[in-house]
């Protein structure tokens, strides 16, 4: 099932101008960056979800494949859950 990860205002376009507070601070919670958690988000979303974000680089690549290692606790997949919400 395709999934956009959370990106503001942005939709299915990607992140437009700064990143939300909310993506920040759990990104900051997992010495993280941003991308990296809407990437966790959208894994947490169930095993239906295959994410296929882009890569253009190796160390993108990297970053990519670290975000699935990123747990979610319950109070930030509620943060974040509405803030897409809010977004949509």
Same mark, same amino acid.
């Given at each position: 099932?395709?999934?956009? %990860?959370? &990106?503001?205002?942005?939709?299915? @376009?990607? *992140? +437009?101008? !700064?990143? /939300? ?5 759990? %990104?900051? &919670?997992?010495?993280?960056?941003? @991308?990296? *958690? +809407?990437? !966790?988000? /959208? ?18 690549? !990297? ?26």
């Amino acid at each position: 099932m395709p999934f956009y %990860a959370i &990106a503001g205002t942005g939709g299915q @376009a990607g *992140v +437009r101008g !700064a990143e /939300a507070d909310e993506v920040l601070a759990v %990104a900051r &919670a997992h010495g993280a960056s941003a @991308a990296q *958690v +809407r990437v !966790a988000w /959208a894994l947490h979303r169930g095993p239906h979800v295959l994410v296929i974000p882009g890569t253009g680089d190796r160390d993108h690549l !990297a970053a990519n494949v670290a975000a699935g290692a990123l747990r979610l606790s319950e109070e930030e997949w509620d943060i974040l859950e509405a803030f897409h919400r809010r977004e949509a």
